[in-house]
């Protein structure tokens, strides 16, 4: 199961090591179809950090990394934005973005 993150440590977990967070709604179709897809590459890339975060709670972060639509994955690697994906993705593209 993927963590759950909120804005305001949002800054603290993208610090170290690389991070790919899947930012959602819940009323998103797209994105419950990408969750089970991100859940999977999660339980297999052990090494990286993985959490979902949803945008409807984080007005903050979508105007600093400029997310105007969902599904978006961000890829970080301590602390900074080395990777982006808007919309539905495979897991082979998935898999291509984190590595």
Do not use: R
Request: net charge negative; hydrophobic share 40%; with cysteine.
């Amino acid at each position: 199961m993927i963590e759950e993150l909120t804005e305001d440590k949002f800054n603290e977990v993208i610090k170290t090591g690389k991070v790919i967070i899947d930012c959602y709604a819940n009323w998103c179709g797209p994105c419950k179809a990408l969750s089970p897809i991100v859940d999977e590459v999660a339980e297999k890339t052990p090494n990286m950090k993985f959490y979902k975060l949803d945008m409807d709670n984080a007005d903050n972060i979508a105007e600093e990394y400029e997310i105007m639509s969902i599904p978006t994955i961000l890829v970080f690697e301590d602390g900074k934005l080395i990777d982006k994906s808007v919309g539905m993705i495979s897991k082979e593209q998935l898999l291509d973005l984190i590595h």
